[in-house]
T-cell receptor
Framework: DAMVIQNPRYQVTQFGKPVTLSCSQT?????MYWYQQKSSQAPKLLFH???????NEADTPDNFQSRRPNTSFCFLDIRSPGLGDAAMYLC???????????FGDGTRLSIL | GENVEQHPSTLSVQEGDSAVIKCTYS??????FPWYKQELGKGPQLIID?????GEKKDQRIAVTLNKTAKHFSLHITETQPEDSAVYFC???????????????FGRGTQLTVWP
């Protein structure tokens, strides 16, 4: 059974048109992560939540925002997607004080 | 910060042969080392992990070894099968207190192809 669920699996948006990706988890984990993964590269951390505390990576563009309304859900908002934002976006969770991180199957974002 | 190097970037083996992927890390405070397998169109899935108080761990055909002194760890897959074909990522992490607890530093990945 999927424990970290990302919707949709594939998302197509237009250049400059805002888009939201969602992640839900059934693990009740405190920590949630968003990664960007481009072709043939390792996942790159964008930001993470430790409970409700938001932690942004220094090099994450301002174009990327996130919301975590409750423990189970987390959203990635891209305000004005550019062609360079086309990528796989991965959500992961982890229980506080424990390892490992558990990944969802990602959302493949395409920009037209 | 931590820097993880992974080699080789591609690896082709015949079915039944063994495959070895090697990683080095820079931060001696790293104490947790997972390996993830990523199939095409899917997210990374943990296949094995090791903590710094252990030198070797095995799970069926998969084993990981860790040399803390040299700061390197390796993934060993024996009796490879075509379904082992995927991208494998090593990672390093620190499991001490703080909001950065558990952050993963990934290697660049190894594309493993197992030929039937």
């Amino acid at each position: 059974d999927a424990m970290v669920i990302q919707n949709p699996r594939y998302q197509v948006t237009q250049f400059g048109k805002p888009v939201t990706l969602s992640c839900s988890q059934t693990l009740n984990h405190n920590v949630m992560y968003w990664y960007q993964q481009k072709s043939s590269q390792a996942p790159k951390l964008l930001f993470h939540y430790y409970d409700k505390d938001f932690n942004n990576e220094a090099d994450t563009p301002d174009n990327f925002q996130s919301r975590r309304p409750n423990t189970s859900f987390c959203f990635l908002d891209i305000r004005s997607p550019g062609l360079g934002d086309a990528a796989m976006y991965l959500c992961a969770t982890r229980d506080r004080g424990r390892q490992p991180q558990h990944f969802g199957d990602g959302t493949r974002l395409s920009i037209l | 910060g931590e820097n993880v190097e992974q080699h080789p970037s591609t690896l082709s083996v015949q079915e039944g042969d063994s495959a070895v992927i090697k990683c080095t890390y820079s931060d001696s405070a790293s104490n947790y080392f997972p390996w993830y397998k990523q199939e095409l169109g899917k997210g990374p899935q943990l296949i094995i992990d090791i903590r710094s108080n252990v030198g070797e761990k095995k799970d069926q055909r998969i084993a990981v070894t860790l040399n803390k002194t040299a700061k390197h760890f390796s993934l060993h897959i024996t009796e490879t099968q075509p379904e082992d074909s995927a991208v494998y990522f090593c990672a390093a992490s620190r499991t001490d207190r703080g909001s950065t607890l558990g952050r993963l530093y990934f290697g660049r990945g190894t594309q493993l192809t197992v030929w039937p």
